[in-house]
């Protein structure tokens, strides 16, 4: 397992390194913003991947509260913890794409608030992962992440028609912008090594996790037999 | 016992206690009032742009005081070790939620009846746009945040610190909620655009999310 | 801020968030392998 997990690693590490020169060497220069538009291709994946985690860790928790498993919650809070860190990413590199071409940081724009209030909604499950009462964490979270979830598609479309019914600049070049070849190509490289480091930091996570978990059951039992022997 | 007649009586109950000692309206309505005074200082609105910023201004109010009485929801049961005894009681536990979710629903309406005028007041506030609206906006949006708010309070009671805790786990959560509320506010009261999306966008709210309520409750009530 | 610069922040940003949960990570690990030794330790 452990070698595998290896190979993993390093078969990420030059995976990111191939699509990064992609992306600031051969994807072409952008006609109208330049430079700053190559941002796109670590902006949009990291949106992608976090989108991702926090689908497993819908998955994850249903699959908690039907059967229980201790692993089906560790893959819900490595799921979640993952998938924070990547809209983290998305939150600022947004703005930092914004300010040169914009001259703001921040318009409410549909696809950023979007991405706020995901993070919003994410960071709130750590936060009750983190506070709730011992044992009770399991369950209380996998209902958490399953009316976090339940509530995306309402969010996107609730901003989306605020946004319609009261526009603002758009951030990262609007809806109807298409991708030349040599751009999608950089993009999906990019796109598959983004989640390659996704799934390598939640397997990561995920593990840690289930020793985690074993060493407090052990120093339940421990408790049990009555302190140390 | 059947579903219906434990909700009645849980529900009956709680706001026979609470026209006791009407604590809770109380509190929130002296909150909103605070809310509402302060945030008269922070803007000194003309009548046209009273109608603006109402929208916000009003849910924001409400959305505090509906905290308050969220938070002591479950306060009673706990104390007098109510909910084990339902635990292990064969009645139905959606049951007492719905009755919790209606109480609160109640006590958040009346504070809301009891403020529009303080609102109209302060505001020089008269609605552009028809009155039913109104009411039909207030009506899903106060169930929309009662019913998440009654439910994550009944899982806030379980954390170390429940007082916090439930805000924190509501907002994000009701954000759609409440852009729906303000938003549709202001059309009405401006007059400006149409509520229809946003009443429609409520409508399917309250309903997936009382729908995953009742699912789930039982859960919560049983986590240990 | 011109466009260039830009570029180069949100990289480095990106890549310093990532080595940031992988120190948080390495910690926790660190400190479960303690835990460990001290469980062994004891039994």
Not at chain 1, 41 to 58: D, I, K, Q, R, T
Request: overall charge positive; glycine content about 6%; hydrophobic content about 55%.
């Amino acid at each position: 397992m452990k070698s595998i997990s290896i190979a993993f690693i390093i078969f990420t590490l030059a995976l990111l390194s191939f699509s990064t020169y992609q992306a600031l060497v051969v994807a072409p220069t952008e006609a109208t913003m330049g430079e700053v538009q190559r941002i796109f291709y670590y902006h949009v994946p990291s949106a992608w991947v976090a989108g991702l985690c926090f689908f497993v860790n819908f998955l994850a928790s249903i699959t908690y509260l039907i059967n229980r498993k201790p692993n089906a919650d560790a893959m819900a809070a490595a799921s979640a913890e993952v998938g924070v860190v990547f809209c983290t990413i998305v939150l600022i590199t947004g703005p930092i794409w914004a300010r040169p071409v914009w001259g703001i940081w921040w318009t409410w724009d549909a696809r950023l608030t979007t991405t706020l209030v995901l993070w919003l909604i994410y960071v709130s499950y750590l936060v009750l992962r983190r506070f709730a009462a011992g044992s009770q964490t399991q369950v209380l979270s996998a209902v958490l992440g399953i009316f976090g979830f339940v509530d995306v598609p309402i969010v996107y479309m609730s901003i989306r028609w605020f946004r319609t019914q009261h526009p603002s600049p758009v951030m990262g070049g609007g809806e109807s912008s298409g991708l030349a070849p040599a751009m999608l190509q950089a993009f999906l490289w990019n796109l598959l090594a983004f989640t390659c480091l996704g799934v390598a930091f939640v397997m990561a996570r995920y593990h840690l996790q289930k020793v985690e978990n074993q060493v407090e059951s052990e120093h339940a039992q421990l408790a049990l037999q009555g302190g140390t022997r | 016992m059947s579903s219906m007649s434990v909700t009645r009586a849980t529900l009956m109950k709680d706001l026979r206690m609470e026209w006791r000692s009407k604590d809770a309206i109380n509190s929130m309505l002296f909150f909103s009032l605070l809310v509402v005074v302060i945030f008269s200082f922070a803007f000194n609105p003309t009548a046209e742009e009273s109608r603006l910023i109402a929208g916000g201004l009003i849910w924001v109010a409400f959305l505090f005081a509906a905290v308050v009485a969220l938070n002591q929801t479950w306060a009673r049961e706990l104390r007098n070790q109510v909910l084990d005894a339902y635990r292990v009681s064969p009645a139905p536990p959606n049951a007492l939620f719905l009755a919790k979710a209606l109480g609160n629903f109640l006590f958040v309406a009346v504070l809301e009846v009891l403020m529009a005028p303080l609102f109209v007041v302060f505001y020089q506030l008269r609605s552009v746009g028809p009155l039913w609206q109104l009411v039909v906006v207030a009506l899903l949006g106060t169930w929309a945040l009662v019913v998440n708010g009654t439910f994550f309070a009944a899982m806030s009671i379980r954390t170390r610190n429940r007082e916090i805790m439930l805000p924190l786990i509501l907002f994000p959560i009701s954000i759609p909620a409440l852009l729906a509320m303000v938003d549709s506010t202001t059309g009405i009261l401006t007059g400006e655009f149409s509520p229809d999306f946003w009443i429609k966008l409520l409508l399917v709210y309250d309903v997936i999310f009382t729908a995953v309520c009742l699912l789930l409750f039982e859960s919560v009530l049983n986590a240990e | 801020m011109t466009g260039a610069v830009a570029l180069k922040v949100a990289y480095v940003v990106t890549w310093v968030v990532q080595l940031l949960y992988l120190r948080y990570l390495l910690g926790r690990y660190r400190r479960v392998r303690g835990e460990i030794k001290d469980l062994k330790r004891s039994s």
